[in-house]
T-cell receptor, first 112, second 109 residues
Framework: SQTIHQWPATLVQPVGSPLSLECTVE??????LYWYRQAAGRGLQLLFY??????ISSEVPQNLSASRPQDRQFILSSKKLLLSDSGFYLC???????????FGQGTRLTVV | TQLLEQSPQFLSIQEGENLTVYCNSS?????LQWYRQEPGEGPVLLVT?????EVKKLKRLTFQFGDARKDSSLHITAAQPGDTGLYLC?????????FGPGTSLSVIP
């Protein structure tokens, strides 16, 4: 069966510090991978998506970047965090168009 | 620009009542999905609708995809406290999955 792992679950970081959130998928190959950010009680904002190794599409110009160094690994990074980067970050994967998206448990990031 | 809009944003009803949540867009999607999310967790898929005019039923939940594939509705019959949560519609544009802002439903016993 397929599983998705996302860590850490919670993170408190000072303004100006770097960020690295990691997401890995098991039990499938060549998945589409997604990073979303969610404000409290609201919808998911698509940040980045990837259809293959090294292929990254950015949806929102901002302080974040993403990388896909391996087929089932997706990393969200920042060189210098801002207060506005606080939020709930979710990684997801699917098999392609019109298929179910499976989500990780999310990372609650608080920038102080 | 918000590609997907949902209404209402918040809904609080008594147990046993019926409700409808709407998802609208000016864009045509290859499919629309409905997800339900609990606090602190990732969304979980309820249904995928692909064909314009399609209607799907999942126990007390009825989902409809508009004929032009730009909108969808979710109808819940005889709501129960266990239906409480954030309901999100999501549209697929090629490889992108775009989510609406969500409808927060609270069912009061």
């Amino acid at each position: 069966s397929q599983t998705i792992h996302q860590w850490p679950a919670t993170l408190v970081q000072p303004v100006g510090s770097p960020l690295s959130l990691e997401c890995t998928v098991e039990g499938t190959s060549n998945p589409n991978l997604y990073w979303y950010r969610q404000a409290a009680g609201r919808g998911l904002q698509l940040l980045f998506y990837s259809v293959g190794i090294g292929q990254i599409s950015s949806e929102v110009p901002q302080n974040l970047s993403a990388s896909r160094p391996q087929d089932r690994q997706f990393i969200l990074s920042s060189k210098k965090l801002l207060l506005s980067d606080s939020g709930f970050y979710l990684c997801a994967w699917n098999r392609g168009m019109n298929t179910e998206a499976f989500f990780g448990q999310g990372t609650r990031l608080t920038v102080v | 620009t918000q590609l997907l809009e949902q209404s209402p944003q918040f809904l609080s009803i008594q147990e046993g009542e019926n409700l409808t949540v709407y998802c609208n867009s000016s864009s045509v999607f290859s499919s629309l999905q409905w997800y339900r999310q609990e606090p602190g967790e990732g969304p979980v898929l309820l249904v995928t609708v692909v064909t314009g005019g399609e209607v799907k039923k999942l126990k007390r939940l009825t989902f409809q995809f508009g004929d032009a594939r730009k909108d969808s509705s979710l109808h819940i019959t005889a709501a129960q406290p266990g239906d409480t949560g954030l309901y999100l519609c999501a549209g697929q544009l090629y490889d992108k999955v775009i989510f609406g802002p969500g409808t927060s439903l609270s069912v009061i016993p």
